[in-house]
Each structure stands twice: as structure tokens, then as C-alpha cells.
């Protein structure tokens, strides 16, 4: 049985990774911003719940002060941002750099005393940086700076592992499932698999970057080929 932290376990696919390794009987704790969330949430999968907010790094180490070891860190929080330079949020720009690039690494160095030679760590990017759309400007900078947390932090904790996972579009995530069937039915003829991505990619993708003792430093994306298209 495994120690598993999944921040930004409460919807999404932080939420079905939560759920599937609860499933499999490891010890899970999983985050959200809200109290009463986290607690329902966890309670639902079979976990334990805590409020931790990534946009407010400075209370991080207190939300974490009850956390022992940690086998597997899963860092899936986001945000979504739809923000252009041409109008461009300077609010929304900084809540986003905050929660995933200072957030992100708070929850590490919080953690770090509590990680053991045999632990891994997945942070979550996207392929908004490798392919922007309109009003991603603050989305594809994130994501392409979680490219260089990841190195860092390799370097930094080795031997404690830290990959990253990049998924494409994920077809039947909540985001993406309100989206009209039309842009994904075109989406999918961009993707040479003919088919997006599903959130089980995802969570089956995170558990082999976990498992796998000699990959580290990986961007795995998870897109069907979309790049590609």
C-alpha cells in the first residue's frame, strides 16, 4: 500500500486518479480548496480530504502540517484562464502564475522532509504549450514553465523522481464534455488516433510515470498524436 497526496483531487482528473488508487487500497489524500469538498469528496472514494488552496502558497505548510510520508505525489491542480495580451487580466494572469508555478513548488518544499528515496512526483502541464489557441497567453507560458520546475526539482530531490504529463484534449472531462459536439468531432479528425484522449489515459499515463523507477524528468504528453494534426 502507497501514500498517495493527489492536490487537486476533487473533480476532473485529479478526481478519477484519486479514485482509482483508493480502489487499488492505497492510502489517499486528496485536496481541495473548499472544506467541506475535499471531506465529501474523499469520503465518496474512499480517501481522506483537506483544503489546500495553490493560490494562496504562503498557507500551504500549515494545510500540509498533518501529512506524514508521501510514497506519490500527484500535483493536478489548474485553473482556467482565458486571457490575451491584447486584453490582457493582469488579476487572473497572476492567480494562475501563482497556483501552478509557486504553488506547485510550495507543496514540495513543504513537503520534502516527508519524501523518501523511493518517492515520485507528477506535476501537471498541458499541451497549450506546444500548440497556443487564442486565450491561452498565461496557460501556454504556465504549462511550458512546468518544463522547467520539473528539471529543477529532478536535479534538486534525485533520487526522488519528478516527471510531468501533458494531456492534449481530454474528451470526456468536464471542461471539454460542455464543449459542442462540433469542435470535438473536428478535433478528433486533428488527431491521427481518430479519437481524443479520455481521463483513464490520463490517470493510466500519472501511474506510469509513478511506477516506472527509471523514468524521471519525463514530459510525457497524452494527445493521441495531436501535435500531429
Known sequence: MSSVLVVGGTSGIGLEFARARAGQGDDVVLTSRDTQRAEAVAKEVGARGLALDLARPLEIAAALAD??????????????????VTEYDIDAALRLVTLKLVGYTEVVHTLRGRLHEDSAIVLFGGQAKERPYPGATTVATVNAGVRGLMNS?????????????????????????????????????????????????????????????????????????????
Open 67 to 84: 501529512m506524514g510520508r508521501v510514497d506519490h505525489l500527484v500535483i493536478a491542480g489548474v485553473s482556467r484562464d482565458d486571457n490575451k
Open 153 to 229: 526539482l529532478a536535479v534538486e530531490l534525485a533520487p526522488v523522481r519528478v516527471n510531468a504529463v501533458h494531456p492534449g484534449v481530454v474528451g470526456d472531462s468536464p471542461y471539454w464534455q460542455a464543449k459542442p459536439e462540433k469542435v470535438l468531432a473536428a478535433l478528433r479528425t486533428e488527431t491521427p488516433t481518430g479519437r481524443l484522449a479520455a481521463m483513464a489515459d490520463v490517470v493510466d499515463a500519472v501511474d506510469f510515470l509513478l511506477r516506472n523507477r527509471s523514468v524521471n524528468a519525463v514530459e510525457l504528453p497524452v494527445d493521441g498524436g495531436w501535435l500531429l494534426g
